[in-house]
């Protein structure tokens, strides 16, 4: 086989810097998957009851990006959607991120903003030198909105405590003054409709793009004949673990259908303190589908060998900056994205790494 470019993962990022060598420089591009089906971690499927879900954890498209956002609506039609998340504390529900508006339900007061930046100033810890995500969040927001939001759901996120954790894991609380109750405030938010994997599809729907799925590329590389190849895979695994192994964080995912319309009220909820998982979404909230039954999803985040989360401790950053120098040094290899970088993205930090490779890909035409 003879191909200009040859990119290692279907994800986001692969399937966007293919579409782009494949529609604008019309060159042949071999996309190679090691699962069996495209879209990486937004792959959606229907399930027995018809319900769009999202095997590997809910996402939802928001950016600022107004070249990024253009580029993902050449592709799909856009269900807009402003995502909300409610955390369960004390046995009700408050909005997240903590707003004037969780302040006031969650200690029953009808603050102002003024009033607002008191009550925090008031329970704020004095720490002389800030070390740990748990110096961060007491001196930022104090004893109990630590323990209330913080603690217990980052020893469920990390299995480690707050206090192991280095101070960029949590850098800064975000509270806000107002009322805007949305996770997001983004200018452009929303999801494709009729899911990723179809708006995947329509970016792969090019006669120069081929896939090759249930492929371990080190299977076939070597019989392939390329002029540079895009990885989008794990590093370590690109060197065949010649520093050691790199840690990530994985998740267990509980789906559950309902028979009842609704389930929760919000598509995302967090469990900061009670039960073992840390989230449960609700897929027709996020897609906007209807269906008389209700389709949920609980992650337990884990150790396991599924990459999901880049795990934030200094031995891990420094082990992954060694893999990243020694990537530098390849010939004819771009590494690109989550996996490859070792760096947590969102969907349009994705989306735009995958669109400034292509720029340099074709500069250097």
Not at 247 to 261: G, P
């Amino acid at each position: 086989m003879k191909y200009k470019y040859v990119v290692v993962g279907a994800g986001l990022a692969g399937i966007t810097v293919a579409e782009r060598i494949a529609t604008q420089l019309h060159e042949k591009v071999l996309i190679i998957e090691k699962r069996n089906h495209i879209g990486g971690n937004v792959y959606d499927e229907y399930d027995p009851a018809g319900i769009l879900i999202q095997k590997y954890g809910p996402h939802t498209f928001h950016t600022n990006d107004k070249e990024v956002f253009d580029y993902i609506c050449k592709y799909t039609k856009w269900h807009e959607y402003q995502h909300r998340v409610l955390s369960y504390v004390n046995g009700n529900f408050v909005p997240m991120p903590i707003s004037l508006e969780t302040i006031n339900q969650l200690y029953n007061m009808n603050l102002s903003e003024d009033e607002m930046d008191a009550f925090i100033e008031s329970r704020r810890v004095k720490i002389d030198e800030i070390k740990t995500s748990e110096d961060v969040v007491l001196s930022q927001g104090g004893q109990d909105i630590y323990e209330k939001f913080f603690k217990y759901f980052t020893i469920k996120q990390w299995g480690v405590d707050p206090s192991q954790l280095d101070k960029s894991v949590i850098s800064r609380i975000p509270f806000r003054k107002n009322r805007d109750t949305r996770y997001f405030t983004d200018q452009y938010q929303g999801n494709p409709q009729g899911g990723f994997t179809q708006m995947c599809q329509n970016m792969l729907d090019h006669p120069e793009i081929k896939i090759l799925l249930n492929t371990d590329y080190k299977e076939v590389i070597n019989d392939i004949e390329y002029e540079k190849l895009i990885y989008t895979g794990p590093v370590d695994y690109y060197f065949d673990y010649e520093l050691g192994k790199l840690q990530w964080r994985s998740i267990k995912f509980i789906f559950e259908t309902h028979d009842c319309e609704s389930y929760q009220p919000v598509a995302s909820t967090r469990w900061p303190m009670d039960y073992e998982y840390t989230r449960i979404t609700e897929f027709k909230k996020l897609t906007g589908q209807k269906n008389d039954k209700t389709t949920i999803l609980k992650e337990i985040p884990c150790e396991g060998d599924e990459p999901f989360y880049t795990f934030p401790t200094a031995e891990w950053k420094a082990l992954a900056e060694q893999y990243r120098e020694k990537a530098t040094k390849e010939k004819n290899v771009i590494f690109l994205g989550r996996l490859a970088e070792y760096k947590y993205y969102d969907m349009d930090d994705v989306v735009r790494k995958a669109l400034d490779c292509f720029e340099k890909i074709k500069g250097e035409q």
